[in-house]
Nanobody
Framework: QVQLVESGGGLVQAGGSLRLSCAAS????????MGWYRQAPGKQRELVAS???????DYADSVKGRFTISRDSAKRTVFLQMNSLKPGDTAVYSC????????????????WGQGTQVTVSS
């Protein structure tokens, strides 16, 4: 089994910063892409940022220039640095990871964390 555990959420005033972490553990051969998603009440889940195994990044237009995704492959951890937070960033943030569990036989799955609440007050 593979587990993803997020941390770092909380309550912050508009303009403030938070840093989210997501650590993967369990039966892992290799981790490919990792990403952060968010879901606000009454809205669909949306991709916030992703990072490939090689370090290429992609961001939602709404967070470009404010959020930075990074990873520590040795520690199997992905981070999301969130600066200049806005009330519109309020949501439950979840990480996911594309994990190669075994090479023989080849087994790859996508796993999700439980989510962490981020609330930005005006």
């Amino acid at each position: 089994q593979v587990q993803l555990v997020e941390s770092g959420g909380g309550l912050v005033q508009a303009g403030g910063s938070l840093r989210l972490s997501c650590a993967a553990s369990g039966s892992i051969f290799e981790i490919n892409a990792m990403g952060w998603y968010r879901q606000a009440p009454g809205k669909q889940r949306e991709l916030v940022a992703s990072i490939s195994g090689g370090g290429s990044t992609d961001y939602a237009d709404s967070v470009k220039g404010r959020f930075t995704i990074s990873r520590d492959s040795a520690k199997r951890t992905v981070f999301l640095q969130m600066n200049s937070l806005k009330p519109g960033d309020t949501a439950v943030y979840s990480c996911n990871a594309e994990v190669i569990v075994t090479m023989t036989p080849f087994l790859k799955n996508v796993y999700w964390g439980q989510g962490t609440q981020v609330t930005v007050s005006s």
